[in-house]
Nanobody
Framework: QVQFVESGGGLVRPGGSLRLSCAASGFTLDSHAIGWFRQAPGREREGVICVNSEDNTYYSKFAKGRFTIARDKAKNMVYLQMNSLKPEDTAMYYC??????????????????????????WGQGTQVTVSS
């Protein structure tokens, strides 16, 4: 049974940092494209950042310059380091395989294509709240 578990969220002040963790069981993370996604109340899910099977990273517009993604192959985990957090980063964050292999728009920014591809293995997510 495949299971993804996100952790590391919390309350942080604007300008602060958080590192989110993504652990998978029944699924080998380093041989697949893995994305981080987020969804704020009343808004659609969006792609944050993605690393493909060749370890190329794709950033959303809002993640570029602030967020990074890293794999730990030995631990079968993926991490999302978020710096310079803003109130608009407040959302539930999820990790999942990206069946579209980290798609991007015309500007080269990572996008979530949930209406076209079958994204599976959503975990419970981890809540990130950025507030003073």
């Amino acid at each position: 049974q495949v299971q993804f578990v996100e952790s590391g969220g919390g309350l942080v002040r604007p300008g602060g940092s958080l590192r989110l963790s993504c652990a998978a069981s029944g699924f080998t993370l380093d041989s697949h494209a893995i994305g981080w996604f987020r969804q704020a109340p009343g808004r659609e899910r969006e792609g944050v950042i993605c690393v493909n099977s060749e370890d190329n990273t794709y950033y959303s517009k809002f993640a570029k310059g602030r967020f990074t993604i890293a794999r730990d192959k030995a631990k079968n985990m993926v991490y999302l380091q978020m710096n310079s957090l803003k109130p608009e980063d407040t959302a539930m964050y999820y990790c999942a395989p990206d069946p579209a292999e980290c798609p991007y728009d015309a500007s080269g920014s990572y996008i979530y294509m949930g209406r076209t591809f079958d994204y599976r293995y959503w975990g419970q997510g981890t809540q990130v709240t950025v507030s003073s």
